[in-house]
């Protein structure tokens, strides 16, 4: 690499992370343009006018890199961070049930727990010789019929917002526990919780400022003259290698790192044969709801992270106790807790026309599931929709990346990040901001992205999160 330059679409974790890399390997050639006023992306946070603060949507670290975890220590400190153990726990037939929930299907009502044991049972008889084609048939062919009806399937819809015939099976890899049943049957008769957590669960979050005050860190300690904040990118010359801003400034690039959604881009860029191809990609929007309280958690939530509700006496698909990520989290912990719902809208799914009354929705299906006792004691309610929340990972997704990204790349542009690169497997902060880190190091020293193309190696580690010495 000569003195290009290079300019980054975003200041999410993809885009940052590239930022930083190419400060680190002391190139200074590039400029990074963000349309949101701060820094963060889908990781950013917000503290809202009554000093409650809210993710966007229930983020925690969990990290399968080194450089993940360094940088993390350097960007807050190491005591600028919580350590708490992922206690979390599925919601259904008036009960909790720990997660993983097919290990610990003990807890449920004899009828539901017989029907779940005689789908694993006829499983291990029958065993399996056909490939599943979509994943409504993995989940069948990995959990058998009961835990199929009774979890997976409609927690999955509730998540994904898409009939589960049209997602894949490649994605899957570490997201899925199956199931030993052995393992199922020694918890039932040693009556035994099987859960996820203990001293190698462990996830961190932010003393202060709530994830996305991580990301505000990070453009912090690059050069603010390489930063613009509050301006998009409104069109992409790819001949001329131009780019147009939503304030009328033209911007020269040699390579264009783009981290927005990879759809939205080849419209910019007018590239109506790539544009045609990428509108087969599905996405959810994700609607965040963050619910101020007043007193503290009852009981069966002190210890709480999050929770899965698979039923349809609520809306959403997961809340989380924020309170208990950070005390910060709210004006005072003496005083209040927080919750945060997410509920996912598609095509497939839709949600309440007004905000008011999807609000109301989120609300009764907490008194359902007895989140909250009294609508009384809520003093704050705050919400937000992410039109791109999830990218769902149809059967046709890898085809569509496979051909779509190289030929970007022919155009000198590079799509990467949660929605450049639309891979769910590797879309948390810690694969986005690798991605940006590998997507430099590819650049000045040809070194292959790894993770882009090759989640199943880099998912393969898992590192616990601990506070450095
Ligand atoms: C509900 C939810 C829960 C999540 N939970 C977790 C979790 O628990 N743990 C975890 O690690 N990760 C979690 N994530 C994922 C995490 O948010 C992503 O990993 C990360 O934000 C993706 O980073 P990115 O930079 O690729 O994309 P983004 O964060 O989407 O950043 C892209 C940036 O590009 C900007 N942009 C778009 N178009 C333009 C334009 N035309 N001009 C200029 N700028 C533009 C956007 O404003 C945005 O800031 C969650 C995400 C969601 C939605």
Redesign the pocket.
Known sequence: MGREHIVI?????????AAWRLQERGYDNWLL????EC??????SVRDEKGFTW????????SHYEYFDNLMDELLGPDGWLYHERESWVWLRQRFVPYPFQLNIRRLPREDLKECLRGLVRLYKEGNSHKPANFAEWIDATFGEGIARVFMRPYNFKVWAYPLEMLGTTWVGERVAVVDLERVLCNLVDERDDVSWGPNNTFRFPKFGG?GAVWRACASRLPADKQRYG????SVDPAKRALI??DGTHVRYDYLLS???VN??TR?ARLSELAEITQKLCYSS?H?FGVGLRGNPPDHLRTKCWMYFPEDDNPFYRVTVFSNYSPHNVPDIRCYWSLMA?VSESPFKQVPETIDARIEEVIQGMLATRLISSRDDIVDIWYRR?E???PTPTSERDSIIYEVLPRLEDLGIFS??????WRYEV???????M??VEWVDRLLDGTEELTLWHPEIVNRTHRPAQKSA
């Open positions: 679409i975003g200041a999410g974790p993809t885009g940052l992370g343009i963000e349309q949101a820094a963060g992306g889908l990781a950013a993710d966007l949507g229930g983020h925690v670290q969990f994830t301006v998009a990118v409104a801003l939503s981290t927005m959604p939205e881009l910019l994700t965040v997410e992410l791109y929340g999830y990467r990040g949660r929605f450049g690169a879309s948390n902060q810690d694969h986005s901001l991605q940006g």
